[in-house]
């Protein structure tokens, strides 16, 4: 598709020339180059976990461009008292909302509040299954640095099954014409994620690779991207053990590889387990332009959605 | 003398020999001739047309939610729904609130079914006090006062030892455990099958190791003390073979499989009627796919039409779950499990007769004659078989016209189907119980 049409809820329908439109669209708001004006339209952010980047970033995309920020605090709403997911859509649809930015744990949500509203929707991250604006704006990081996506590998390492973020900037590469390796615990990298996303696009096969270590075609990636641990699932599951987790990107490893290899990680960073505290602030590291990135992408996301009404 | 006069049908019944066979004559509730051709002039006559007639559905898994949750379902409107879709008798489960455990919950329950129920609805008793899985209800004395069989469905009975004592003391009341087989530990709050859609749409995992687990120890316990277990809703290709195994070397088994299992698989979460959509859209995470055991990859849908084929599986029964709206407008993982299937359970198998996966007579086999033998051994009920001197249970079809499935297609309080929007080949055109119509279709 090459428009967003009323929601972002993954980058599923969105087309390769749309995705380079919007990354040229997203420099000339970075450079300063173009600047929207949005005042009077209401947004809402629902968020049901916790955030401390993308919320913010929203929030400084949506007064960049003038809007009116709602914040509902869902840790004090109606939530509490027994109020269905379904009624709080429907009561926030009654107060009137251009646009609904929702963050939620259940895989899945940001399309049940789509379905039911008629606010425009951004997914802002739902369960283990998509977050498109963290991909938009990795990709717009890495066509910032004036790299042709089709000659990149990217590795993914860490836990891939239980990552919106993983979902969504795999397919998101694979769109682009980047090569993918997959790097991490058994348990964590499925390999039916191979089948799922070969059988959308021809052109996608045999660009997902897997590997248990950090073994010689690895080293050849342009780029690492690290994936958040949680921690909650250490104690569930006996399969991890957080003090043998060997997946760490640290100076060490870097030396094996490309000279010019970047390292990003989407945040929050468990430092010292997916990444050391020197890799994360180091110059191979993009961590903070990724965030600064944010920013812009998400104020472009905003402006064309609101736009489109 | 009530007589009635069945002429013209054709008539289908693999458990009797039924060859040119057009007309069938009843009598005051019981099928008294079956011929060629009968001439009366003294009863009224229903004419055929050369629809097919095939007895009266038995559904040995149905949830009423009656008492508790009656604004889902109730005695009266699920046996209305039943009597819709071609049943005459149904099995209650026992997973109501309260559970129906006790002689006094049992005989309550019985007086409602009485004034309420259009159609034959039998009860099971928990297996448990309360579906804890802790203490044992008293087998002996609810047998006695007719219950079919046990279930604690919903949950898998945890302890081996418990399942063990309650099935040799069903047994001894010539009955049985309804096991919901799913391994508590390994279900991990999963919602849907573990392949590939639920890596696609981050949904959480729900393990075929928790069925086959339970399945295997379950076998183990029969086999070891010469027991006969009830295996409720099988989904996939493991289990089967590990039944059809067990089954071979004599292990007294009856092994159950839904309608919905047997025609859908997991593609149907994407919303899509089973195909797979490019993008993720609106439709998707379609709550009315969520049940448990949940359903399973095309492989496994068709290891169960096989194990139907081979006999692996003996029963086809519904497991009516019917959910409100507003229970299942919600996110996949938050909405309750379960497919309202009373009213859409024959015309799905009709249509995978359609498709040739099955046919007629393995329907009329393990939807009719299997479960009225196990109703005839516990409750001495003659149903289930076109034959003299049986009940007159019966539903005429015809197979040449379709039905469209929509929200206002069904009388049941609830529409949790997934099937709603899909047209399928033929139509029930009318049921009769204990020799009377009590639904017809006559458009």
């Not at chain 1, 709602?70 to 379904?86: A, I, M, P, T």
């Not at chain 1, 895989?107 to 963290?134: E, R």
């Not at chain 1, 039916?192 to 021809?202: F, P, Q, T, V």
């Not at chain 2, 604004?71 to 005459?88: L, R, V």
Request: charged share 25%; net charge negative.
């Amino acid at each position: 598709m090459n428009y967003l049409a009323k929601h972002l809820l993954d980058i599923d329908h969105l087309s390769k020339d749309y995705i380079y439109d919007l990354l040229n669209s997203v420099k000339k708001i970075k450079n300063n180059q173009r600047k929207s004006d949005l005042k009077g339209k209401n947004v809402c952010a629902l968020f049901y976990e916790d955030s401390t980047r993308t919320k913010l970033s929203f929030q400084k995309a949506a007064s960049n461009l003038n809007l009116n920020f709602h914040n509902l605090d869902v840790q004090r709403s109606s939530q509490n008292k027994g109020e269905s997911f379904y009624n709080t859509i429907k009561t926030i649809n009654s107060i009137g909302m251009d646009l609904i930015i929702v963050r939620h744990f259940s895989s899945g949500a940001p399309y049940f509040l789509a379905k039911n509203t008629n606010s425009s929707v951004i997914n802002a991250g739902d369960g283990s299954h998509a977050h498109p604006t963290q991909t938009l704006s990795d990709l717009f990081t890495i066509y910032e640095l004036e790299k042709n996506f089709e000659d990149l590998e990217i590795s993914i390492v860490g836990d891939v099954l239980y990552s919106r973020v993983a979902r969504s900037n795999i397919l998101g590469f694979l769109k682009m014409g980047s090569k993918i390796n997959i790097l991490g615990p058994k348990e964590l990298t499925p390999s039916a994620i191979i089948d799922i996303y070969e059988s959308l696009d021809n052109s996608f096969k045999n660009k997902i690779k897997f590997y248990e270590d950090f073994e010689k075609p690895i080293l050849n990636s342009n780029f690492i991207m690290a994936l958040r641990i949680q921690k909650e699932r250490f104690d569930s599951d006996s399969f991890m053990n957080f003090h043998t987790y060997k997946w760490k990107v640290d100076m060490e490893k870097l030396k094996y590889f490309k000279k010019d290899v970047f390292v990003m990680h989407p945040g929050p960073v468990n430092e010292e387990i997916e990444l050391s505290h020197e890799i994360v602030h180091s110059d191979r590291s993009l961590i903070s332009k990724q965030v600064e990135n944010g920013v812009y992408l998400r104020q472009k996301v905003i402006e064309e959605l609101l736009e489109n009404e | 003398m009530n007589k009635l006069l069945l002429k013209n049908f054709t008539i289908i019944d693999p458990s009797g020999n039924l060859k040119n066979i057009n007309d069938l004559l009843i009598v005051d509730g019981k099928i008294k001739e079956l011929s060629e051709s009968i001439e009366l002039s003294d009863a009224k006559i229903i004419e055929g047309n050369k629809n097919i007639l095939i007895p009266g559905l038995i559904d040995l898994h149905v949830h009423y939610r009656d008492p508790g949750e009656t604004y889902k379902e109730d005695i009266k409107t699920g046996s209305m729904a039943s009597a819709k879709g071609g049943f005459t008798t149904v099995v209650m489960m026992s997973n109501t609130s309260p559970a129906i455990d006790n002689l006094s919950a049992l005989l309550e329950q019985k007086q409602i079914i009485d004034l309420y129920s259009k159609i034959r609805v039998l009860q099971t008793s928990s297996v448990t006090v309360g579906r804890k899985g802790k203490e044992l209800v008293d087998i002996d004395l609810l047998s006695q006062n007719g219950v079919v069989s046990f279930s604690d469905d919903g949950d898998v009975i945890r302890d081996p030892k418990i399942l063990n004592q309650a099935l040799k003391l069903a047994n001894k009341n010539n009955r049985t455990i309804f096991e919901h087989c799913e391994d508590h530990e390994l279900i991990n709050d999963g919602v849907i099958s573990d392949g590939s859609v639920s890596v696609r749409l981050g949904l959480k995992p729900r393990s075929k190791e928790a069925e086959i687990t339970s399945v295997k120890r379950d076998i183990e316990i029969a086999k070891k003390n010469d027991l006969w277990i009830y295996l409720q809703h099988i989904s996939c290709k493991e289990s089967v073979e590990l039944i059809r195994k067990a089954k071979n070397q004599g292990v007294k088994i009856t092994a159950e499989v839904t309608p919905h299992h047997l025609f859908m698989n997991e593609n149907w979460t994407y919303g899509k009627k089973g195909a797979l959509p490019s993008w993720i859209d609106l439709m998707s995470y379609d709550t009315n796919t969520r049940v448990n055991p949940p359903l399973r990859s095309e492989n496994d849908r068709k290891s169960l039409l096989e194990a139907i084929n081979d006999k692996t599986i003996d029963i086809i029964a519904t497991d009516h779950a019917p959910h409100s709206k507003g229970d299942k407008l919600d996110t996949f993982d938050n909405a309750p499990a379960g497919i309202n299937g009373a009213e859409t359970a024959l015309i799905t198998l009709l249509e995978l007769v359609n498709r040739n996966e099955l046919s007629f007579e393995q329907i009329v086999e393990n939807i009719c004659n299997k479960p009225g033998e196990i109703l005839e051994n516990i409750l001495d009920l003659k149903i289930g078989r076109i034959k003299k001197d049986y009940l007159a249970d019966l539903v005429a079809i015809d197979y040449n016209s379709n039905t469209k499935i929509n929200e206002d297609f069904f009388i049941s309080k609830s529409k949790n189907s997934p099937l709603i929007g899909s047209e399928m080949k033929g139509k029930i055109k009318m049921t009769i119980f204990d020799g009377k119509v009590i639904f017809e279709d006559k458009k």
